[in-house]
């Protein structure tokens, strides 16, 4: 039986930080999920982290939040492929992440503190599944069917949600701007 060592991969280096045993594969069918992980589910590292940030508002937990699900994309992509698209899938798995380590009382409000511009302010001070719903369609494009998947809501509370984030948004941002000298 041939052993290789994962370790070559950015990869693995990157989200198990060296852990032989999360980095030592026992034959050649995982040599070739590995790659095929590497080649579908690693392109979306950027965006996924855009997701993490827009759920925490803190850079460093949001890099946490995305190495375990990374970690937990990686070991079920080893068990099974995904029923569901890949981006859909590897969401669920970035929302079940974060629903285990949610911080009891934490807010990404935090991060609108400062000067930063009207929209931004009033999108972080929008409460999580709202600011969540609007993330996911108005930047990373997914339709509300695909939200509710990732969400594990139906796609009437994803429009539902959309709609109240945005008549909240216009709101705070028309109130900010009239507030302005």
Request: some cysteine; aromatic content about 8%.
């Amino acid at each position: 039986m041939r052993l290789f060592d994962v370790t070559c991969t950015g990869f693995a280096a990157a989200i198990f930080n060296g852990s032989a045993a999360m980095l030592t594969a026992r034959a050649d069918p995982l040599v070739t999920r590995t790659e095929r992980f590497e080649r579908q589910v690693l392109p979306s590292l950027d965006q996924v982290y855009g997701a993490a940030l827009c759920l925490t508002g803190d850079p460093a937990e949001a890099e946490d939040l995305v190495a375990e699900a990374f970690a937990r994309a990686y070991e079920a992509f080893l068990q099974r492929q995904p029923r569901t698209g890949r981006q859909v899938w590897l969401y669920r798995i970035l929302v079940a992440a974060r629903q285990e380590q949610r911080p009891a009382g934490g807010s990404a409000a935090a991060v609108a503190a400062g000067d930063q511009p009207p929209v931004r302010r009033a999108l972080w001070e929008l409460p999580e599944d709202l600011r969540f719903a609007v993330h996911l369609a108005d930047v990373n494009g997914f339709s509300y069917q695909e939200i509710a998947e990732i969400t594990g809501t139906s796609a009437g509370t994803v429009s539902i949600r959309l709609r109240d984030a945005r008549r909240l948004l216009r709101h705070r941002v028309s109130t900010s701007t009239e507030r302005r000298p």
